[in-house]
């Protein structure tokens, strides 16, 4: 069965800092993979996805990057943080964007 | 960008009770979602439906689309207490990453 593993489940980081947040799904071959932020209260907000290895497609223009080094594994990235970046960090994947996606349990991202 | 917006933004209701949630759209889909988040958790999928579907279900779950009116409403029956969560649609407009609401937080009460 695909399982898909997302850590840290909290990180609270000063500003300035860098950041890295790794995703890795098992189970499956090729999956469209997906990094999305969550505000307070708020709904998710798509950051990058990416449907191959070193093919990334950016949504929003941000402090934030994301590198597929591998067909499983994700990763989201900051040089230096901000206090804007704070917020709920979820990777997904799915067989292709018509389908059903799987979520992670999240990682608490806190800038101070 | 988000696509979809769920009504009501938040629901309370009684264990026991039915609780209805909508979701509005604005561009032609290929097929709508819903998913459920316990706090602070990931997003679970609970169910899709094609755009060429009006109704479908999944045991307490209904789900109804109506791409007309570019809604569609999720339907829990007899809520239990762990139904307590946040539900968001989701569209899929071909090609394109699934797009999420905002979503509903509903709170059944014991």
């Known amino acids: 069965s695909q399982t898909i593993h997302q850590w840290p489940a909290t990180l609270v980081q000063p500003v300035g800092s860098p950041l890295s947040l790794e995703c890795t799904v098992e189970?499956?071959?090729?999956?469209?993979l997906y990094w999305y932020r969550q505000a307070a209260g708020r709904g998710l907000q798509l950051l990058f996805y990416s449907v191959g290895i070193g093919q990334i497609s950016s949504e929003v223009p941000q402090n934030l990057s994301a590198s597929r080094p591998q067909d499983r594994q994700f990763i989201l990235s900051s040089k230096k943080l901000l206090l804007s970046d704070s917020g709920f960090y979820l990777c997904?994947?799915?067989?292709?964007?018509?389908?059903?996606?799987?979520f992670g349990q999240g990682t608490r991202l806190t800038v101070v | 960008s988000q696509q979809g917006e769920e009504d009501p933004q938040a629901l309370s209701i009684q264990e026991g009770e039915n609780a209805t949630m909508n979701c509005s759209y604005k561009t032609s889909i290929n097929n709508l979602q819903w998913y459920r988040q316990n706090s602070g958790r990931g997003l679970v999928h609970l169910i899709l439906i094609r755009s060429n579907e009006r109704e479908k279900h999944s045991g307490r779950l209904r789900v109804t689309l109506d791409t007309s009116k570019k809604s569609s409403s999720l339907l829990i029956t007899a809520s239990r207490a762990a139904d307590t969560a946040s539900y968001f649609c989701?569209?899929?407009?071909?090609?394109?990453?699934?797009?999420f609401g905002k979503g509903t937080r509903l709170s059944v009460i014991a």
């Open positions: 989701a569209t899929d407009s071909g090609n394109t990453p699934l797009v």
């Open positions: 189970g499956t071959s090729n999956p469209n």
């Open positions: 997904a994947w799915s067989v292709r964007d018509s389908t059903p996606a799987f």
